[in-house]
Nanobody, 121 residues
Framework: QVQLVESGGGLVQPGGSLRLSCAAS????????MGWYRQAPGKQRELVAD???????NYADSVQGRFTISRDNAKKTVYLQMNGLKPEDTADYYC???????????????WGKGTLVTVSS
């Protein structure tokens, strides 16, 4: 019953900005770390940024200073504000969340289906 749904991807020019959102829904007891990963064609999926429930953040060196991750615990939503976009940022962006589900209270990792970000003129 748990799912993550991303939104906000699209085509932007180099130097432009984009804001991604990911909302969690379903039988959720609590959400631990949430984050964003990306995968370009022919490459491994890599961490972009993550954020703990308390708000501690971690960024890949390649996006430090350009991207900002945030979350709204009441809305069960994580955001990624991307500024100063570069062509090398082009990738499928996936939302991640470690969630303790209701009932059995088992903690599992969940992934969204991805949203495409293309940076090109």
């Amino acid at each position: 019953q748990v799912q993550l749904v991303e939104s906000g991807g699209g085509l932007v020019q180099p130097g432009g900005s984009l804001r991604l959102s990911c909302a969690a829904s379903g039988s959720i007891f609590s959400i631990n770390t949430m984050g964003w990963y990306r995968q370009a064609p022919g490459k491994q999926r890599e961490l972009v940024a993550d954020i703990t429930r308390a708000g501690s953040t971690n960024y890949a060196d390649s996006v430090q200073g350009r991207f900002t991750i945030s979350r709204d615990n009441a809305k069960k939503t994580v955001y990624l504000q991307m500024n100063g976009l570069k062509p090398e940022d082009t990738a499928d962006y996936y939302c991640y969340a470690r969630i303790t589900v209701s009932g059995a209270l088992r903690t599992l990792d969940y992934w969204g289906k991805g949203t495409l970000v293309t940076v090109s003129s």
